[in-house]
């Protein structure tokens, strides 16, 4: 894949300038991206923010994307956008992986009873049970295998090895990553005296539009009524979300979080990796949480929100760590100590 | 599906009772189960606690399974139980997802060696190795693989994309989720100054009857002697069990718990999310741990147990976290300020 | 397998001696190995401290391994080694699951343009797509999926159900097991006011020789630039490697371990269970954290880390837990006692 430079620029809508006289300027070829220390001379770079104006101004690339103004700021030619770091990824579209050409590989099996849009490709062993509906130009990669009368929306992706299971809904234009599972059974038992009976998931997972969904992520289905990804959402790799959840639109995942039954997350909002969230809360729209972050109660007040401790070296931490389970003790005791001193005086 | 109110009734050995007359009550037409808020003419729901009366006085179900004591809260028909919430779970099997019918599909592959029982399932691209044992009515879904010699008990059910090493052996009744991966190698290396030595992981993986394992959880084989799931334990999505660990009949481990080697826990034990326990630890019978709680030293006391922090807005935790690293050194201080004050009195 | 005593004391240039006389000693013959407590008489094991002598000393092994300094110990028949440890490891391989014999199993799609080494094995409906090239004795097992132009070094083994995206590089004699995923996309998206805009991840995933990469892990592919795993690292399960990480030759990592984006890590470094790493991090060499450290800086010195905080009864924890949001106050406090006290002097 290579474009002209000025392609670029008008497939950016970009303004495209050189302080130095650059013969055939238009015709420049662009064979890929590059962070701007590594990009080499056929490829296109981008500035983000002024913190990076030094390393990009020794860059060997072709071009770099900026803004406005940061243009007096080098000497090699410039595509000036408005927001450099989206340039960058409406430009990542036309450097990506093609998407594979329609077919349906005569080693997969798909029901005849399965609904196969236009345009869809279906990878080599992949399976398609009965009934399933697979709209318009879905990509449906080796090996994955989508249970009976779940729907797959235009133009979503599936790579190899994803489970769906059945009766799941999953819209358009979504991505989803090998090992994914979606709808699998929420984790329902009723204890006995005898050990516990198993409570069957009767409800389904009902994923929006534009969702990524990463590698070997969970998605159970819902115990009653439907686990729910709203458009927009987007979930990074190992996410454990639990039955009866509700993910908010445009709210993103990392790695690792995982949420119990039940929560409901607003949207907009951001989780960093291996955050828990306890079942039945409610996170409302616009919170954000670090990293490990052990949430156990509803939080509806928009903000940045933590819990943990710092790292040390263990041996320090292992004294402080120690101090913690006498907590409340120290606490009674700075109490009895200021009861004391309030006497003296 | 749907069943008569008074099949439903039989089924759960209920009473049938009603409030107010209602004509043709034992042939009601119930095709589904929903909570109290959202159910529908045609629907049965359950109250499982006196909290939730209110919410399930308003209910459009059909009727509702109550205990006894709650009968003269409702109008509309009851079956009246013990434990509605038991009666639920048991109810819910009569509206599951049917199992597949007996069949080997054409496009699996299956060892001639292998001994399938009777009405067993084999799905479309499985895989069953050399000398598998698969016992009557087991369900092996769509792109699982079993490895050689692995045995699979009478009723057992593997959804699409499970991994069962050589050598591995399951139950009966069990339920496996797709992506689990049950009898990968356990994580033992020998240093060398040159770098690791790969401990083969000589031992297996058995698992008794009526366990269920969550999609995506990795269950490793023993180094030497085998790593053991008793019977009704139920393990969630994204857990991790290492090698030789043990864990006891009907305890339950949510989402994305971490074990460490050749750790045994107890029966009737329950592990909120992402906890992590490390390895050659003893957790005995009925200890439960909230959620992301790190548990370093066996346990052999009947109770519930947790670590880590709470929550807070991010500029207050981190201000306290910050004071953490300082609290043996606050410990150190107040012993000091109660000394001074001892020499003063 | 059965091996004579002899020939594995050859194996692992030790030494065969034995206290008491022993009829036949070099044949006696050994078909596997175990822990001293449960070794059979058929069965060898091994002494790797001076802490199980007493364990070993009533073992029914055939034969111990045991260092030059703990020949007085026993009377049973001893190799003696330098490092019982590693000759463990090393013997391990004896006693292995043998590898599949070479086969393209009929059931799997190798795509022409494939190249396909010698000795190769490509299992029972596997995938192979364009331009992939297995090196000699490489073992792609069943329903795994290789997608275009990745390369597979000689010997690496990969087990049932893996998914390797396409262009990533994966080095010789690696092992990797099921449900792992190498190369999907790293989790990097560009905000506006209407959601998030993907950012295509150009990069791969370059893996050196002889790395184990546990089940269900994911790999990330590079935004821009590859992530890479050196020669000799060790992952384990359910571990989370985000894009343009870069893991250290040597270096062992826990289960579900989660590392977020651009992260450094050194050489024989070792992260314990479930430590979670933020982004744009360097790790020296030489690194250690305990299990569930939440490390949010980078750290230079070689050394042991930890954070996090014990577990007690949750009663007790609940009382601490509330007094660690105090402890800034609690800290200010001291303060003025502290000063209060100085006035009174």
């Avoid at 929306?153 to 009766?167: A, E, F, K, Q, R």
Wanted: proline fraction near 3%; glycine fraction near 10%; hydrophobic fraction near 40%.
């Amino acid at each position: 894949m290579s474009y002209r430079l000025i392609e670029i620029a008008e497939y950016l809508e970009a303004e495209l300038v050189s302080a130095s006289s650059v013969p055939g300027l238009d015709d420049i070829p662009i064979s890929g991206i590059a962070d701007p220390e590594s990009a080499m001379f056929d490829q296109i770079s981008f500035v983000s923010s002024t913190k990076y104006i030094s390393a990009a101004q020794n860059s060997k690339a072709a071009a770099l994307i900026v803004s406005a103004d940061l243009v007096d700021s080098f000497q090699i030619p410039l595509l000036v956008v408005k927001n450099p770091y989206l340039a960058y990824a409406q430009l990542s579209a036309k450097f990506a992986e093609p998407r594979p050409v329609a077919e349906v590989h005569p080693s997969s099996f798909v029901a005849e009873t399965a609904q196969i849009g236009e345009g869809v490709y279906i990878g080599a062993n992949a399976v398609v049970q009965d009934n399933v509906v697979i709209a318009d130009n879905a990509v449906i990669s080796a090996c994955s295998v989508i249970g009976a009368r779940a729907r797959i929306g235009s133009g979503t992706m599936l790579y190899p090895n994803v489970s769906i299971y059945h009766d799941v809904v999953i819209g358009k234009d979504c991505v989803i990553h090998s090992g994914a599972v979606i709808g699998s059974d929420g984790f329902g038992f009723a204890p006995t005296k005898n050990g516990y009976v198993k409570i069957h998931q009767l409800g389904s997972v009902i994923v929006g539009d534009d969702v990524e969904i990463g590698s070997n992520t969970s998605i159970d289905r819902g115990a009653l009524g439907d686990t729910r990804i709203h458009s927009g959402a987007k979930i990074d790799n190992l996410v454990h979300v639990a039955h009866n959840c509700e993910i908010g639109s445009h709210t993103a995942i990392a790695g690792q979080v995982g949420m119990a039954g039940s929560t409901k997350i607003g949207q907009r909002c951001s989780f960093g990796g291996q955050v828990g969230i306890a079942g039945h809360l409610e996170i409302g729209d616009d919170v954000h949480a670090l990293g490990q972050s052990r949430i156990t109660k509803s939080i509806n007040k928009p903000g940045i929100y933590a819990s943990g401790t710092g790292t040390t070296e263990a041996k320090t931490w292992r004294k402080n760590a120690a101090r913690f389970n006498q907590l409340d003790e120290l606490y009674r005791r700075i109490n009895e100590l200021e009861k004391l001193l309030e006497k003296k005086k």
